[in-house]
T-cell receptor, first 114, second 116 residues
């Protein structure tokens, strides 16, 4: 039972254009979501988060949108840069008194071409 | 240190050998997590510590896996009698105490374990 799914294994985008990475989830208990970026041989690096009470959070070139009714979230990167090429993971976590164990998707490989 | 550190970064073990993986979390972070990441997959939860207490070990694959955090800071993940299926990247993450609405976890670089 995969509670978080990233159905696109890879995405290729031209430099300067928008990258849209998608994530679907099934667990209604998630209270927040996180996006991580991972380069080869490094650990995941935190990018941006969103609480389930919001539908949008923006940080510089990165914006995350959350559609609770569809159980879908997306990460928009505008404009995309070659240095954004990496594997991107979305993850769901439970809030409140929960300690915040994360459930990850399988990841999407983003390639930004110069 | 500024971030989470892990050692060793790479470990090659012969099948049946015991290994120990170390994690130094961010100073002051109460919560510590271990994840296992297989090739081409996302990280999967293994175990959780709040200070020195192991509150959840539901993700540990077998009783060959053991984790500890005796003084509430450094943690060690031990795998006894390693098997080939244990080959993976083992990630450690830490976060501030519970009570915040979004509990962001910060990851170390991981230990890549290869069992031959």
């Amino acid at each position: 039972d995969q509670q978080v799914k990233q159905n696109s294994p890879s995405l290729s985008v031209q430099e300067g254009r928008i990258s849209i990475l998608n994530c679907d989830y099934t667990n209604s208990m998630f209270d927040y979501f996180l996006w991580y970026k991972k380069y080869p041989a490094e650990g995941p690096t935190f990018l941006i988060s969103i609480s389930s009470i919001k539908d949008k959070n923006e940080d510089g070139r990165f914006t995350v949108f959350l559609n609770k009714s569809a159980k879908h979230l997306s990460l928009h990167i505008v404009p995309s840069q070659p240095g954004d090429s990496a594997v991107y993971f979305c993850a769901g976590g439970a809030g409140g008194t929960s300690y915040g164990k994360l459930t990850f998707g399988q990841g999407t490989i983003l390639t930004v071409h110069p | 240190g500024a971030g989470v550190s892990q050692s060793p970064r790479y470990k090659v073990a012969k099948r049946g050998q015991d290994v120990a993986l170390r994690c130094d979390p961010i100073s002051g972070h109460v919560s510590l997590f271990w994840y296992q990441q297989a090739l081409g997959q996302g990280p999967e939860f293994l175990t959780y510590f709040q200070n020195e207490a192991q509150l959840d070990k539901s993700g540990l694959p077998s009783d060959r896996f053991f984790a500890e955090r005796p003084e509430g800071s450094v943690s060690t993940l031990k795998i006894q009698r390693t098997q080939q299926e244990d080959s993976a990247v083992y990630l450690c993450a830490s976060s501030l105490a519970a009570g915040t609405s979004v509990k962001t976890q910060y990851f170390g670089p991981g230990t890549r374990l290869l069992v031959l």
